[in-house]
């Protein structure tokens, strides 16, 4: 199997390429049959990817197949994903291979350049420890990285409010017992000196709190 095919295989199995186009490129293959081996080879040759539960589960196999050979999780990981914070352990099989290579610093705490020291995949993190509890992850190319070495990060998490607002495509908030805790205070605090015209409803949807309870974060801070 070639690194390339293999990359296309793994794409379709995390969910990063579209059904159709997968199964055009799968049946244009004629060399997978003794890398998949015969029976999950003829699943995906055979199967109707416009069946939602049938792809699922191809999907399934076929990571479990190709997982076999890996030693770490980067192929399996989307482009871009969420991994929570504890959890199922999840991010122990993670951050066991990637390791931080740079810090952003400043006033943009929560992002890195990560590369897993097993494939040499980079991957640019938002660690994001207040209103959601997880890691965001976008796979980025080498060249990518070495711009990030150089002083350029790509625009994806560069602001609190768009890791924020990722955080909502993915996960529900942490729903806090406390309404003026002091992460959804600072977290406030960060979004309006990011971008002072930022509204209220906006803050409220970026924090998953109330337009009310909003209102009285950014007041608390001082305005
Ligand atoms: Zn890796």
């Excluded at 699922?56 to 969420?82: F, N, P, T, V, Y």
């Amino acid at each position: 199997m070639t690194a390339e095919q293999l990359s296309k295989l793994w794409a379709f199995a995390r969910g990063d390429i579209a059904e159709i186009s997968f199964e055009k490129w799968f049946l244009g293959q004629n060399d997978l049959e003794a890398p998949l081996g015969e029976g999950l080879h003829w699943s995906l040759a055979s199967a109707d990817y416009r069946d939602r539960d049938v792809v699922w589960k191809l999907r399934k196999s076929l990571a479990q197949h190709l997982g076999a050979h890996e030693k770490c999780e980067c192929a399996s990981i989307r482009d871009l994903a969420a991994i929570p914070m504890g959890g199922d352990g999840l991010d122990e099989r993670v951050f066991a291979t990637i390791e931080n290579v740079r810090d952003h610093g400043g006033d943009i705490w929560w992002l890195h350049l990560s590369k897993c020291s097993e494939c040499g995949q980079h991957w640019m993190i938002a660690q994001e420890e207040r209103i959601f509890d997880q890691y965001f992850l976008r796979r980025i190319s080498d060249k990518v990285a070495e711009g990030v070495l150089a002083g350029t990060w790509p625009d994806e998490f560069i602001t609190y409010e768009r890791v924020l607002n990722i955080g909502n495509t993915f996960a529900t908030p942490c729903v806090f017992s406390d309404a003026m805790s002091g992460s959804l205070i600072w977290s406030a605090e960060e979004l309006r000196k990011a971008r002072p015209e930022i509204t209220v409803d906006e803050t409220a949807r970026s924090l998953g709190v109330t337009s009310k309870n909003a209102n009285r974060l950014l007041r608390a801070n001082g305005s």
